[in-house]
């Protein structure tokens, strides 16, 4: 966005907004003034049905005319016009004036040149279907055909024809190819009748202040005027108006201090914020007023109670917030407005026997240190893990503090949203409740509010890291504490509708449900049933989901892929020689990751330095290039012990609070990493992580680590197990899927499997082992051929009741295969081993003389 001569322009803000027209006034005597916040776009509260909504244009036109008399007008007569009028009608007057501040909002010099572009563009268009009309090469048929086709660009109206009246079709017959000194000429003239609109509104509220002074209504009514003055603040405004902006606004703090130290805590959160964009003005003139009224705010609330933590809180947390959500923000220019701001305190006479210079001087350090933290993230904007990492360092370093805490949750939860991670941003809402949920314990036993943390361990067992505040850490009393409006029951209950909001977008419906149980018994205690009817109206669709997704292999839901990264050389920093685990989007192949992280680090390294290690064996730095970076990306499963499964029954439960991943190396003695059946061994690493996925951030340091190698008959054992595990899962699906099934069993009793189950009988049943210590793998593996043919079996039977006419000779086919591997498996199956065919002693069979039941002699 473009800005005129001495003028800031600050983020875009709303569009125009549309004003009714009454055909009659509204009753003012029974209607309280509408609130500000409600809406940005305010109408007569009392619009009736027959009014009809005026165009943008029509809507200005109005306006203008409202500001002419409010210039124009003696102000001696505004004064008494505004002590007569009742107090609903000086509510609608504020509304009024914030109109006009939304409406005449300067858009830049690039708004001006998008819709001469656009326009041109439209007279081009018109220019090639005459061109086609008068050189013949569309018909009239095709020609009536498309025209009736279009829209008008009024809806559903009339024709455009018979309304030649109106603003939008008569701009469009002026000249659209503008020259680019007409276009500064409108930003030009643009900008000066914002700045002349907001200035009439300023003066306006100023005499409205003069009239409420004495007024028993004040409060309301200064609370309004101050709220809008915070809209003109956050607003698109030039350097002039600025200037008597900030003015006014000190002004009011000075004279009514109450309206932030004493009521509503948002009012001096938005202050904070707004004051803190424009300390980083690129404009001196801004910057000085900025840093002025920002100083005087601090001492304004140093006065009342001897300590401004109230203002120290929201500075910093509006900081925080500034740089975790704004990619736009000047570093440099505010921290000369902070030095500013430390000059004042050093000088400031009337203070100086306080300690109101160090309390100056200790904030200006912790917002010297966020920007130190902006500059970093800014180092990393095109490294996602990196740069959730550091926000979560700088979290992590708030956990004394949950004001600040909540704030960068709060921005790692819009990042991820950002990135499209719904599932992360859903945990940082979850933990932000919990860490409210904490501070609420701490003031009140309330039978409906979660006791701290420990009520959200079934959404994460993550969460009970927010039980790190404890009583001597945060003080409910103490001034500036949680004194913002997530601090409260609404919310906590605002915070866990975002929770839910995210795991519904990640697919996550059964933390949906687990979300609602905690905020179902708040909206009951409050009697809130319109909340209570649209919770539950979304338990049922998420419940809906899950049974459609769940019935069927083709609807499963597929949540994320993961992978082991790891990192090594000096050219890493911090990261040499670490582990992670990195979450992915769902069906992420392993050469994408691979090629995502080679790019990145080569353009940040150079060419011909990162180098990505193809293996998964472990990494010897011995031989590694120290010069070189070197990357390995493994492809790893969610892990879970024997006990765990019987936990875990769903899809859900199976890809949800994983902290455990596995990942197999095969390899062969002379190192390659396939050979024969008697020679392959294979390696199992499982890794442990710090935190269980989904988590706040989407990579997990790896800390611990631990590996098992497996001897041939050993990996013989786990294939026959697994292919055992796909029969049945293929013969029990429900609906059953036919072609699924036929695929298993062909890959299980088909003649030309490579290094199949007769193949495997063969090598390793053949001849009985020679050493005692391979009698019970033995064992083993005939039992798993065992039930591998009775599984077989129940496929074949399930499958003939399947199969159509067509398929009766495939179905034969398969059969006499597997007549054939019985046939050839039978003579391994019956061996016995020698210890089995040994005669026992009557000693043996006494177990009361086993020496595992027998007392140890102490």
């Given at each position: 966005m473009e800005t005129p001569p001495s003028q800031e322009i600050p983020p875009e803000r709303e569009g125009i907004p549309v004003i009714r027209l009454e055909t009659s006034a509204p009753d003012s005597s029974s209607e309280s003034a509408p609130s500000l916040l409600s809406t940005l776009s305010p109408v007569w509260p009392q619009a009736s049905r027959s009014g009809c909504p005026l165009s943008a244009e029509s809507s200005r036109t109005l306006l203008v005319c409202v500001l002419w008399v409010l210039k124009n007008a003696e102000p001696a007569l505004l004064q008494r016009w505004a002590a007569d009028l009742a107090l609903p009608q000086l509510g609608r007057l504020l509304d009024l004036l914030y109109l006009c501040l939304a409406a005449f909002e300067y858009k830049g010099k690039k708004a001006f040149e998008r819709i001469n572009s656009l326009t041109f563009k439209k007279s081009l268009d018109m220019k090639a279907r005459l061109e086609e009309a008068i050189l013949g090469t569309i018909g009239a048929r095709q020609d009536m055909v498309r025209r009736s086709r279009e829209r008008s660009p009024f809806g559903n109206q009339e024709n455009v024809r018979w309304r030649k009246s109106i603003t939008h079709w008569r701009q469009t017959s002026d000249r659209v190819d503008k020259t680019k000194d007409e276009m500064e000429h409108e930003a030009l003239v643009d900008g000066n009748l914002a700045t002349e609109a907001s200035l009439v509104v300023l003066d306006t509220l100023?005499?409205?202040?003069?009239?409420?002074?004495?007024?028993?209504?004040?409060?309301?009514?200064?609370?309004?005027?101050?709220?809008?003055?915070?809209?003109?603040?956050?607003?698109?405004?030039?350097?002039?108006?600025?200037?008597?902006?900030?003015?006014?606004?000190?002004?009011?703090?000075?004279?009514?201090?109450?309206?932030?130290?004493?009521?509503?805590?948002?009012?001096?959160?938005?202050?904070?914020?707004?004051?803190?964009?424009?300390?980083?003005?690129?404009?001196?003139?801004?910057?000085?007023?900025?840093?002025?009224?920002?100083?005087?705010?601090?001492?304004?609330?140093?006065?009342?109670?001897?300590?401004?933590?109230?203002?120290?809180?929201?500075?910093?947390?509006?900081?925080?917030?500034?740089?975790?959500?704004?990619?736009?923000?000047?570093?440099?220019?505010?921290?000369?407005?902070?030095?500013?701001?430390?000059?004042?305190?050093?000088?400031?006479?009337?203070?100086?026997?306080?300690?109101?210079?160090?309390?100056?001087?200790?904030?200006?350090?912790?917002?010297?240190?966020?920007?130190?933290?902006?500059?970093?993230?800014?180092?990393?904007?095109?490294?996602?893990?990196?740069?959730?990492?550091?926000?979560?360092?700088?979290?992590?370093?708030?956990?004394?503090?949950?004001?600040?805490?909540?704030?960068?949750?709060?921005?790692?939860?819009?990042?991820?949203?950002?990135?499209?991670?719904?599932?992360?941003?859903?945990?940082?809402?979850?933990?932000?409740?919990?860490l409210v949920a904490e501070y609420l314990a701490l003031l009140e036993d309330s039978r409906y509010l979660p006791v701290g943390c420990v009520?959200?361990?079934?959404?994460?067992?993550?969460?009970?890291?927010?039980?790190?505040?404890?009583?001597?850490?945060?003080?409910?009393?103490e001034e500036g504490f949680c004194s913002g409006k997530h601090f409260t029951e609404l919310g906590l209950v605002g915070l866990l509708e975002q929770a839910a909001a995210y795991f519904t977008m990640g697919g996550l419906y059964e933390a949906v449900n687990e979300v609602y149980k905690t905020l179902i018994p708040i909206l009951e205690a409050h009697r809130d049933y319109k909340k209570l009817a649209a919770v539950h109206g979304k338990l049922q669709e998420a419940f809906t989901k899950i049974m459609h997704q769940s019935s069927g292999w083709e609807m499963q839901r597929v949540f994320g892929t993961y992978f082991r990264v790891g990192f090594y050389g000096a050219r890493f920093g911090d990261l040499d020689e670490q582990?992670?685990?990195?979450?992915?989007?769902?069906?992420?192949?392993?050469?994408?990751?691979?090629?995502?992280?080679?790019?990145?680090?080569?353009?940040?390294?150079?060419?011909?330095?990162?180098?990505?290690?193809?293996?998964?064996?472990?990494?010897?730095?011995?031989?590694?290039?120290?010069q070189k970076a070197y990357i390995q990306i493994t492809y790893v499963e969610p892990h879970f012990d024997t006990y765990e499964l019987k936990d875990r029954v769903t899809y859900f439960d199976r890809n949800y609070g994983l902290r455990t991943f596995l990942f197999c190396t095969p390899f062969t003695p002379d190192g390659r990493a396939h050979g024969e059946l008697p020679e392959q061994h294979k390696r199992k690493t499982l890794l442990s992580t710090d935190h269980a996925f989904p988590y706040i951030k989407t990579r997990i340091r790896v800390c611990h680590r631990e590996e098992t190698v497996l001897t041939p008959v050993e990996v013989a054992i786990e294939d026959m197990q697994k292919k055992t595990r796909e029969l049945a899962f293929a013969?029990?699906?429900?609906?059953?899927?036919?072609?699924?099934?036929?695929?298993?069993?062909?890959?299980?009793?088909?003649?030309?499997?490579?290094?199949?189950?007769?193949?495997?009988?063969?090598?390793?049943?053949?001849?009985?082992?020679?050493?005692?210590?391979?009698?019970?793998?033995?064992?083993?593996?005939?039992?798993?051929f065992k039930d591998f043919c009775k599984k077989c079996e129940d496929a074949l039977r399930k499958n003939k009741a399947l199969i159509g006419p067509d398929q009766k000779e495939y179905h034969r086919e398969l059969e006499r295969n597997y007549g054939r591997l019985r046939e050839a498996l039978q003579p391994l199956l019956t061996q016995r081993l020698p210890q089995l065919l040994a005669p026992t002693t009557a000693g043996l069979r006494n177990s009361l003389n086993r020496a595992s039941f027998r007392k140890a002699d102490l």
């Open positions: 100023e005499i409205i202040v003069q009239t409420v002074m004495l007024s028993e209504a004040r409060e309301s009514i200064l609370g309004a005027v101050l709220k809008v003055v915070l809209y003109s603040l956050g607003s698109a405004q030039s350097a002039l108006f600025l200037q008597h902006g900030l003015a006014t606004q000190r002004a009011l703090v000075s004279k009514f201090p109450e309206l932030l130290f004493e009521e509503d805590t948002e009012l001096c959160a938005d202050l904070c914020l707004r004051l803190l964009r424009h300390c980083g003005s690129r404009l001196s003139t801004v910057r000085t007023h900025a840093s002025a009224s920002l100083y005087l705010l601090m001492r304004q609330n140093f006065e009342i109670g001897n300590n401004f933590a109230r203002v120290k809180m929201q500075v910093t947390m509006s900081l925080s917030s500034l740089v975790g959500t704004t990619q736009s923000f000047s570093e440099e220019h505010l921290r000369r407005s902070l030095k500013t701001i430390l000059t004042y305190a050093e000088e400031d006479v009337g203070l100086r026997d306080s300690t109101f210079a160090e309390q100056v001087q200790d904030l200006m350090f912790n917002l010297h240190m966020i920007l130190t933290d902006t500059v970093k993230m800014k180092e990393h904007q095109e490294d996602p893990e990196m740069l959730i990492d550091l926000m979560y360092r700088i979290a992590r370093g708030y956990q004394g503090s949950p004001d600040l805490r909540l704030t960068w949750l709060q921005n790692m939860a819009g990042k991820h949203a950002e990135l499209g991670n719904h599932a992360e941003a859903a945990q940082c809402m979850v933990h932000a409740a919990a009520s959200f361990q079934n959404i994460s067992s993550n969460v009970l890291e927010e039980s790190a505040i404890s009583d001597d850490i945060l003080s409910p009393d582990e992670f685990v990195y979450k992915e989007p769902s069906i992420t192949k392993l050469a994408e990751i691979s090629h995502r992280l080679e790019e990145f680090y080569t353009e940040r390294f150079g060419e011909d330095v990162v180098e990505i290690v193809k293996d998964s064996n472990p990494v010897d730095k011995t031989k590694l290039d120290p013969t029990e699906q429900d609906p059953p899927d036919a072609k699924m099934l036929q695929m298993v069993l062909q890959g299980s009793v088909g003649p030309t499997v490579n290094q199949g189950p007769l193949e495997v009988a063969q090598v390793f049943l053949a001849e009985i082992p020679e050493d005692p210590k391979l009698f019970r793998h033995h064992n083993k593996l005939r039992l798993c």
